[in-house]
Structures are given as structure tokens and as C-alpha cells.
């Protein structure tokens, strides 16, 4: 099994700024997950972060607005950036282990 | 388009009550199908797995059923707690990403 940190649990940012969210692992592990949980909806899967190389952005997702970082094999980050109300959401870290996915508390962010 | 639908939307039962959770799919290629829950503040804990060759599987109070050729799949709780309170999501691997479903969210009261 994995055991998922992630900081902060939550926080009320204003529109037009940033925030990073930290992951860190209790394993090291090839592919790091960011999804983003809106209010009523499924999870969404934002990105894949590999060590080493550029992260996979998914179909609506870019760069610019959530960049990612993978310095080592057991840590991430994900940035919000230029925040609108919009972005109000929970943001998720996922790593896989054997057929098992799993999940760290969340991120809730409020943009006001 | 691979999609994941849950039904009820959301559920309240009393304490002591078993359930069942419906999971429709149109994913392809299957790989295999998971159910998950989600306390609140918290991230999804797996409860099963299940591939395309499996019709049932159990973890404790939960057991999870499998129809590869009808799409379906459902989430039986028996003798709910109280700490079964959470949403369900049941989640389909056709490799990556999941598809996920929005989830049943349910309340079990005293």
C-alpha cells in the first residue's frame, strides 16, 4: 500500500493568485496522478507527473494554468495559478500500486 | 464515449438496513472495474476490484457484483453503520485515465 500527504488540506485563495499544492509519498513511485474533484461531479484526471520528464496534461487542461513539478520519485507539486472562482474545487494526489490506485485526502481550495 | 453512471444519486437508510448501489458502464476495452469510498474531507479508499472474469466479490459488509455483458455492476451493504456514511464511486479501468462515476452519496441514520 501507499500512504498520501498532500498540503495544504484547504485553503481561500482570491482570484488572480497562485497556489501549490505538495504531495509526498511514503514509496517511490514511477507515475504521480493530480485529479480535480468539482462540487457535485466525478473526478477528473488533470495530469500525469513522471520523474525526470514533463508531466501528460489531459484534454482541457494545460501547462500554464496547473504546471507540475516531480523533483524526486516520492514528491510533486501542483500550482493553480491565476485563480478564478472556477478553480474552487478539491484537488487530489494518486499514485498506483499493483492494480491498486490510491488517493490522498485532497486539497480543498475555495477562490473568492 | 466512456462513461461511468451511478445510481441513486444519493441514499439515506436507516442504521442496521442493507442497500445496493447500481454502477452502469460504457467503457471499452474493459480492464476492470473498482468501487471506492469517499468519506467527507477525505480521499477515495478501495473496497473491490474486479475483472472482467469475476461475477462477485466481497470485503467484509461489501460485496460487489460484476455483469461483463450486461455493463453492470452493484455494491450490496449489509447491516450498515453508521460509518458507512460516504459517497460510493465506482470506477472503470480501460487503461489510463479511470473513468470515474459521480458517486452515491449515502447517509445511514440511527
Known amino acids: 500500500s501507499a500512504v498520501i500527504s498532500q498540503k495544504p488540506s484547504r485553503d481561500i485563495c482570491q482570484r488572480g493568485t497562485s497556489l501549490t499544492i505538495q504531495c509526498q509519498v511514503d514509496?517511490?513511485?514511477?507515475?504521480m496522478f493530480w485529479y480535480r474533484q468539482q462540487p457535485g461531479q466525478s473526478l477528473t484526471l488533470i495530469a500525469t507527473?513522471?520523474?525526470?520528464?514533463?508531466?501528460?496534461?489531459e484534454s482541457g487542461f494545460v501547462i500554464d494554468k496547473f504546471p507540475i513539478s516531480r523533483p524526486n520519485l516520492t514528491f510533486s507539486t501542483l500550482t493553480v495559478s491565476n485563480m478564478s472562482p472556477e478553480d474552487s474545487s478539491i484537488y487530489l494526489c494518486?499514485?498506483?500500486?499493483?492494480?491498486?490506485?490510491?488517493f490522498g485526502p485532497g486539497t480543498r481550495l475555495t477562490v473568492t | 464515449k466512456n462513461q461511468v453512471e451511478q445510481s441513486p444519486q444519493s441514499l439515506i437508510i436507516l442504521e442496521g438496513k442493507n442497500c445496493t448501489l447500481q454502477?452502469?458502464?460504457?467503457?471499452?476495452?474493459?480492464?476492470?472495474l473498482r468501487w471506492y469510498k469517499q468519506d467527507t474531507g477525505r480521499g477515495p479508499v478501495s473496497l473491490t476490484i474486479?475483472?472482467?472474469?469475476?461475477n462477485t466479490k466481497s470485503n467484509g459488509r461489501y460485496t460487489a457484483t460484476l455483469d461483463a455483458d450486461t455493463k453492470q455492476s452493484s455494491l450490496h451493504i449489509t447491516a450498515s453503520q453508521l460509518s458507512d456514511s460516504a459517497s460510493y464511486i465506482c470506477?472503470?479501468?480501460?487503461?489510463?485515465?479511470?473513468?470515474f462515476g459521480k458517486g452515491t452519496r449515502l447517509s445511514v441514520i440511527a
Open positions: 494518486s499514485v498506483e500500486g499493483g492494480h491498486e490506485q490510491y
Open positions: 514509496s517511490q513511485v514511477t507515475m
Open positions: 507527473a513522471n520523474q525526470g520528464s514533463e508531466a501528460t496534461y
Open positions: 454502477c452502469n458502464y460504457t467503457v471499452s476495452p474493459f480492464s476492470n
Open positions: 474486479m475483472t472482467f472474469s469475476e
Open positions: 470506477v472503470v479501468s480501460a487503461g489510463t485515465p479511470l473513468v
